[in-house]
């Protein structure tokens, strides 16, 4: 249960501050780094920064601490929250490392029941 509140959590956050491209693989079968992965994109490195900063917030007001953050002056930041690691990149960083690819053998989530607002494309 714990871990699907993170992911809410993360998700919605995200989506609210308009990261592209959101998606979650469940991994656990996989790896033992973590149950989850959230990936999204950001429009900037700024915006890269935004989105790990407000995903950070709002996780901790829910009493949700990360274990480990990585990449604060990079093009991807890495969220670590033991079950749940989410990955946050700039667009060429995200297609670099194509983790979309490499864990392609996790399940995704269907994150259209975990969104609770709808953003309209530009």
């Given at each position: 249960?714990?871990?699907n509140k993170i992911i809410e959590i993360a998700v919605n956050s995200l989506n609210d501050k308009k990261a592209k491209e959101i998606s979650a693989i469940e991994v656990g079968e996989l790896t033992v780094?973590?149950?989850y992965f959230i990936l999204a994109t950001a429009t900037s490195?700024?915006?890269v920064k935004a989105l790990a900063d407000i995903v950070e917030e709002n996780l901790s007001k829910e009493g949700f601490e990360p274990d480990?953050?990585?990449g604060k002056a990079t093009g991807w930041i890495l969220l670590d929250?033991?079950?749940v690691v989410i990955h946050i990149f700039?667009?060429?960083t995200r297609e670099f490392y194509n983790l979309d690819r490499l864990w392609s053998d996790g399940k995704q989530i269907d994150l259209d029941n975990i969104l609770t607002s709808v953003r309209e494309e530009n």
């Amino acid at each position: 249960m714990k871990l699907n509140k993170i992911i809410e959590i993360a998700v919605n956050s995200l989506n609210d501050k308009k990261a592209k491209e959101i998606s979650a693989i469940e991994v656990g079968e996989l790896t033992v780094i973590a149950e989850y992965f959230i990936l999204a994109t950001a429009t900037s490195s700024t915006h890269v920064k935004a989105l790990a900063d407000i995903v950070e917030e709002n996780l901790s007001k829910e009493g949700f601490e990360p274990d480990h953050i990585e990449g604060k002056a990079t093009g991807w930041i890495l969220l670590d929250y033991a079950g749940v690691v989410i990955h946050i990149f700039t667009k060429d960083t995200r297609e670099f490392y194509n983790l979309d690819r490499l864990w392609s053998d996790g399940k995704q989530i269907d994150l259209d029941n975990i969104l609770t607002s709808v953003r309209e494309e530009n």
